[in-house]
């Protein structure tokens, strides 16, 4: 039973700290069979640019759902990361058990977008990690400066005296005040690399056309008329 219990554990344990990668190489790979059906089977047809943008587009649905999943919750962050901490130092003078007062609270409160990883931050520190290692296994995924800042008073704070449910509140109230340095100027400037890479994309498509779907093909223009004619070899 402690065996199944140990496997399923590292099971979850992979697949949330590889959730993303493993998104980005399904997407990677669905974007490369329809690319692979629209040269085999619609190379000919009139629908082939559309199948075969449509497999682009899929290759890189992936990463575009983890930049929007990972922006909501940085955002969930800025707003309940707070209130989450203030609801842990509450439950910890309660139960002076840091893995009951997460699990307590991940059951029976609501933080956004965010109240998946708080569960498994619970779930985490119950399998033994403290909560400066949970916490910092979170912001891997996340990478937020929200977490980041209350790791670093978390560090300090605990080589005070002060008791661990006074520290969180602590931290709390600094969270509240606290904003990420550049958030939205980052967030736009992700935005306009991402755009711009994808406008690259577009050119280098454009050009390379003959290397990618094959040199079997003879364009010419007629006044704002546009023939692909092709020839089977």
Do not use: P
Request: aromatic content about 18%.
């Amino acid at each position: 039973m402690a065996d199944i219990k140990s496997f399923n554990r590292k099971v979850n344990l992979f697949f949330y700290n590889n959730e993303y990668t493993i998104l980005n190489i399904a997407g990677i790979i669905c974007g490369l069979i329809i690319i692979w059906i629209a040269n085999e089977y619609f190379i000919d047809r009139k629908l082939y640019y559309l199948v075969f943008f449509f497999g682009l587009l899929i290759g890189a649905l992936g990463f575009a759902i983890e930049y929007y999943i990972k922006s909501e919750k940085r955002k969930a962050l800025e707003s309940e990361f707070s209130y989450f901490l203030y609801d842990l130092s509450k439950e910890y003078k309660k139960t002076n058990n840091l893995s009951l007062a997460l699990s307590n609270i991940s059951e029976h409160n609501f933080y956004g977008d965010i109240t998946a990883d708080i569960k498994r931050l619970a779930s985490r520190v119950s399998w033994g990690d403290s909560f400066e290692e949970a916490l910092e296994a979170i912001n891997k995924n996340i990478d937020s400066q929200v977490i980041s800042h209350a790791l670093v008073l978390l560090s300090t704070l605990k080589k005070s005296a002060v008791s661990y449910d006074v520290i969180l509140k602590n931290i709390s109230n600094d969270l509240r005040v606290f904003k990420g340095d550049g958030r939205s100027s980052k967030y736009f400037s992700n935005l306009f690399y991402l755009s711009l890479f994808f406008y690259f994309v577009f050119l280098f498509v454009l050009l390379y056309i003959d290397y990618i779907i094959g040199s079997n093909f003879l364009w010419s223009a007629s006044g704002n008329i546009i023939t692909r004619t092709y020839f089977d070899n």
